[in-house]
């Protein structure tokens, strides 16, 4: 049996589908993208980054770091062509009706996917191609050049980005559901923090909440990083026992139908020293500036530079000052869309949705760092994870 026939048997059998959204949702983002598409004169995109693939097709799975490809051609429905383990996934939360497998103890994925390519008569043709998002390997490039000398590869890293970048009512219902669960879990964990415990221990009360509640495997993993971690960007929990004048790091986000909503918290074990209160005193002014900053129509730089001023206290540089959240998939619930920096001209739009975790990480301190999940309203700023944001102190 052929690969194509081998495929066509394991697709072909009914199967009760788990779509995140109507079929109408999807089509209308398509329509969405398609009009970019037109803007840079694309015949087709090759849609290779799983987030990217998973906002068009619906396909949800936990195996992001297998090959997968969504031909999207400007005329005609879209094909979805995925390595052999995502087949069954793509089956059972993808609306799109034309799904192929590449055995994936084979390779020739550049192969197969060329051969897709010329069944649409697209391969001389102007090809997207996502060359500046992970998903595109350089073999896998390599392979369509080589394969399709005809076509004209243009990027198109950020073709979808535009539509994505605005959430729909549903997708910020479920963000605000992917709240409710991140708070439940950090309502869960504050009473186990306290001298002699680990972060290992807070870490494990954190997934069991989350999950408990209603989470699907998360995007980013919990990070809790404790005692002298606290003060290392990304450092997260490794069986550390938790003593007085420590801070902790708490970062985490639920995931619903694949959206995150996150916080980012700091707890002190035992009297917090005047540099810690000091630098959470200054952080929380600068996310409420954020959030007064925040309104349709103003420009990202704009609102960047008066949080910057907020706290040049302890931060004398421009920073970064949130980045755009919403659907994820492992190892990130970063979407990679906008971020709250200076020199963004992007202006804001009711539905874009950021994280904006501020800290002051330096190794060798205590670590100290606060966030929310928050979404533009058409009047301002909607703050889906509200919560206390004050240093939590415990063990005194």
Known sequence: MDNDQYYKNRTSRPISKELAFPETEFRHRIEEVKKVMDQ??????????????SYLSGYQSFGSCWYMCMILPREGEPILHMAHLEVGPSLLTSWVADIRGVRWAEGGEADRLVGIVKERKL???????????????????EGLKRGLPGAAFI????????P????????????RQAARITKKGLDAVFPVIK???TDNQIAATLYETMIREGSEFFSTQPVVAAGHRSGIVHATFKRTPLQLGDTVILEF???YQ????????????????????????????????????????RIVHDV?????????????DPAVYGYSIGLGAPPTWCEDLCYIREGIELELKPGMTFHSPIGELMPGTPGVGFSETWAVTETGCEILTLHDTTLTVVGV
């Open 195 to 197: 001298p002699g415990v």
């Open 123 to 141: 391969e001389g043709k102007r090809i997207g191609v996502e060359l500046k998002r992970p998903g595109l390997t350089l073999d896998l490039y």
């Open 258 to 297: 694949r959206y995150t909503s996150a916080i980012y918290h700091t707890v002190a074990i035992g009297k917090p020293s005047s540099e810690v209160e000091k630098q959470a005193k200054v952080i929380n002014e600068a996310l409420n500036v954020l959030f007064r900053a925040v309104k349709p129509g």
């Open 155 to 162: 990027d198109a890293s950020e073709v979808i980005a535009t």
């Open 40 to 53: 840079k004169g694309l015949d087709a995109l090759l849609i290779t980054y799983p987030p990217n693939l």
């Open 304 to 316: 960047a530079s008066e949080v910057g001023i907020s706290l040049k206290k302890i931060w004398p």
């Open 253 to 255: 986000g639920a995931a």
């Open 164 to 175: 994505r970048m605005i959430k729909s009512s549903a997708e910020l219902d479920y963000m």
